[in-house]
Structure formats: C-alpha cells, structure tokens
C-alpha cells in the first residue's frame, strides 16, 4: 500500500455532502454577535441595578423597623408619663390640706402604676415573683441564703426585686433569697 490515499472506485458512489437536519447555519456576522453580547450585557446590567435597588429598600425596611420598633408601646406609655404628670401638680398644689394631698398621690400612683401594669402586659412583659417556689438559676439570682421554717431548702424566702420575662425571653432576673 503506498501513502496516498486510494481514489474512489469507479462502481463506488462519490460522497455527496449531507444536507440533514443538523447543517451547521452560516457563521454569524461580528456585527450580529456584537449585538448579542450587548444585548445580554444590557440584561446583566439591568439585574445587577434591580438586586442593588431591592438590597437598599430592604436595607430602608430593616432600619425603619428597628428604629420604630417601640413606636406603639411609647405612645401607650404617653398616658402613664400624663398621669404622673398629673399627680406632681396636685401634690404641689397651694392651699390643699397635706393629708388630702397625700391620698391623692397614692390614689394617682396606685392608678398610674394599674395603666402602666395594663401596657407592660399587652407588649409581653411578664412578672417573675417567686415567692415560695424552688430557686431556679435561669430566672432568679441568688443575693443571700436564709434559714426558714415553712419552707424546705433551695427555695426562694424572699423576692427583694421583681424580675421581669419579655414573652420567653429573661430581662431582668428576680433578685431573691433563698433558703438553707
């Protein structure tokens, strides 16, 4: 066999050049593909500015919630700030008879002291007055131990602070003393 290819044979068929399904299209032009790869630049553009504009709203939201979050527990206090308010100009009032003054003032403050109860509530504060039960570490901090007769050791003798629960969240533990 030599080198070079054979001819085809004379009773072989030449090879006609295929026309199926799956011819190549004409290369495009540079100008079409220019066009195409401005067109899809554009898109990416176009996304890229629409995440940046969503990040700064949400961004806008966020802030605005944090920075307004109490907006509706200060307006609810208002009353509580007006009633004391309140209580000072008639405690301070000429002329009233100091026992009478002084009725007023508990009355005010007993009164003020029921709104504020009544708003601390409706956000979600809760009392932690343990008064009698065991001493538990994750809502009571122990200031001393005391003896007690009525009741059996580790348990709380006295509540010398309320302590305080935003829905299941501890604020402030209840200050106690708890029994030897």
């Known amino acids: 066999m030599n080198d070079q290819t054979d001819p085809p044979l004379a ?29 899809a630049r554009d898109q990416m553009l176009r996304a890229h500015a629409d995440m940046e504009n969503l990040r700064r709203r949400y ?18 206090l208002l009353p509580v700030r007006d009633s004391l308010q309140e209580g000072l100009k008639a405690a301070e009032a000429q002329g009233i008879d100091p026992a009478v003054a002084l009725d007023r003032i ?22 932690v ?15 001393s131990l005391a003896d007690s007769a ?14 305080y629960r935003l829905h299941d969240r501890l604020v402030r533990p209840a200050m ?3 029994s030897k």
């Open 11 to 39: 009773d072989e068929p030449a090879a006609e050049p295929q026309t199926d399904a799956t011819t190549v299209a004409p290369p495009e032009t540079l100008e079409q593909a220019q066009a195409r790869a401005d067109n």
């Open 59 to 76: 961004e806008r939201e966020l802030q605005n919630a944090t920075r307004y979050a109490v907006e509706t527990l200060a307006a609810e």
């Open 106 to 127: 508990v009355e005010g403050t007993r009164m003020t002291l029921g709104i504020l109860d009544k708003v601390l509530t409706k956000a979600g504060l809760s009392e």
């Open 129 to 143: 007055h343990p008064q009698g039960e065991p001493f538990n570490p994750e809502l009571h901090q122990a200031l």
């Open 150 to 163: 009525e009741l059996p050791s580790n348990h709380v003798v006295h509540v010398v602070q309320t302590g």
């Open 176 to 178: 106690v003393i708890v």
